[in-house]
């Protein structure tokens, strides 16, 4: 079963290039930012204050997430995340709740409780998991890692357009010092902060289009398979 890790900052283009690459290769696209932000949604709406981390905890270990892969009817349809009964796939995309996820993952108890349903998720299918940690803690054994990565500018345009398109037009130079903000604590935490894995292939993305950086990924996984299978 083939695992591939995705880390890096956000707007390097994890999500589309994961996407394209779960699609080719048949494997499940697993987006465990939307698990941080599903948690941090679930905060905000019952209002708990940043220091009461045990009640944080509490709520990442009892929530239920759960993703909707797009049909075989509907392939190009985006994956749908669920937080109960209830489906959060837009509400989770807030600039409310993108601001709160960063403080609310760099709570160790939180994480722990994210990264072992992570890794219960990757048991038994393949998958193509893309986040900060997925490399260094979630699936270390990963047969492809990738740090993928952006200039500062490019990643504060992307996510520009794609808060526009979602409805929440931006200002780029408030979306680059808030993703400013938001990288160095996902970077400098004490608990898995963001870095390249050891073993991972560094991909700059700016100059690139998502699909040039899916075919090197595919690429990539092919002669890994294609290794097994001589050995
Ligand atoms: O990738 P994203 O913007 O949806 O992630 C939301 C937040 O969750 C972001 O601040 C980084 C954090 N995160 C994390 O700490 N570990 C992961 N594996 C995925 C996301």
Redesign the pocket.
């Known amino acids: 079963m083939m695992v591939i890790a995705i880390d890096g900052p956000?707007g390097a283009g994890k999500s589309t290039v994961a996407r394209m690459v779960a699609k080719r290769l048949g494997l499940v696209y697993i987006d465990?930012?939307?698990m941080?932000?599903a948690v941090a949604l679930a905060v905000l709406r019952a209002q708990i204050p940043m220091e009461h981390t045990e009640d944080i905890i509490g709520i990442a270990e009892n929530v239920t997430i759960r993703f909707e892969q797009p049909s075989a009817a509907e392939p190009n349809a985006a994956q749908q995340v669920w937080l109960g009964n209830e489906n959060v796939t837009d509400r989770i995309r807030d600039p409310a709740v993108?601001q709160l996820?960063?403080p609310v993952?760099a709570i160790g108890g939180v994480r722990a409780a994210l990264v072992a349903r992570q890794r219960e998720m990757a048991r038994s299918v393949g998958v193509v998991m893309e986040?900060?940690?997925?490399g260094t803690v979630?699936l270390p054994w990963a047969e492809v890692k990738v740090f993928l990565t952006a200039s500062p500018q490019e990643r504060a345009r992307r996510r520009c357009t794609e808060l526009a398109a979602k409805g929440h037009p931006a200002d780029i130079a408030v979306v680059a010092a808030q993703m400013a903000e938001?990288d160095e604590r996902?970077s400098t935490r004490s608990d898995s902060p963001l870095r390249p894995a050891d073993g991972s292939v560094l991909i700059d993305s700016d100059g690139l289009s998502a699909c040039e950086v899916a075919e090197r990924i595919i690429s990539m996984a092919r002669s890994v398979e294609c290794r097994c299978s001589t050995e």
Do not use: F, K, L, N
């Open positions: 956000s465990t930012g939307a941080y932000r993108t996820s960063s993952s986040g900060r940690d997925i979630v938001r996902d």
